[in-house]
């Protein structure tokens, strides 16, 4: 099993940055993808970013391309989302995501989920 715990959450105004982590523990070396998705209040949980464990494969929504960025740090078995111009339509609890298969980037069904962490842009 897989355990992921999500932080960096937090209020900001808008235009501001958050950077998010997620770090991953158990049974790590079967981790092949990691993602970041998010969810509003009375909304369905929608796609941010997708990135592979191996070599680096990212996909990203059109809502956030060219203002969030999201990396790993394979030695902390880590992945982030750094968040720029933030905008009030981005808040919503953001959830971290693995799998252990590649295609799960570009299909986005993750096995494994975090809690979550509210990230909340005032205007």
């Known amino acids: 099993q897989v355990q992921l715990v999500e932080s960096g959450g937090g209020l900001v105004q808008a235009g501001g940055s958050l950077r998010l982590s997620c770090a991953a523990s158990?049974?790590?070396?079967?981790?092949?993808?990691m993602g970041w998705f998010r969810q509003a209040p009375g909304k369905e949980r929608e796609f941010v970013t997708a990135?592979?464990?191996?070599?680096?494969?990212?996909y990203y929504a059109d809502s956030v391309k060219g203002r969030f960025t999201v990396s790993r740090d394979n030695a902390k078995n880590t992945v982030y989302l750094e968040m720029n111009s933030l905008k009030p339509e981005d808040t919503a609890v953001y959830y971290c995501?693995?799998?252990?298969?590649?295609?799960?980037?570009?299909?986005?069904?993750?096995?494994?989920w975090g809690r979550g962490t509210q990230v909340t842009v005032s205007s």
């Open positions: 995501a693995a799998d252990g298969n590649t295609a799960a980037i570009r299909n986005g069904e993750f096995s494994f």
């Open positions: 158990g049974s790590i070396f079967s981790i092949n993808a």
């Open positions: 990135i592979s464990w191996g070599r680096t494969i990212i």
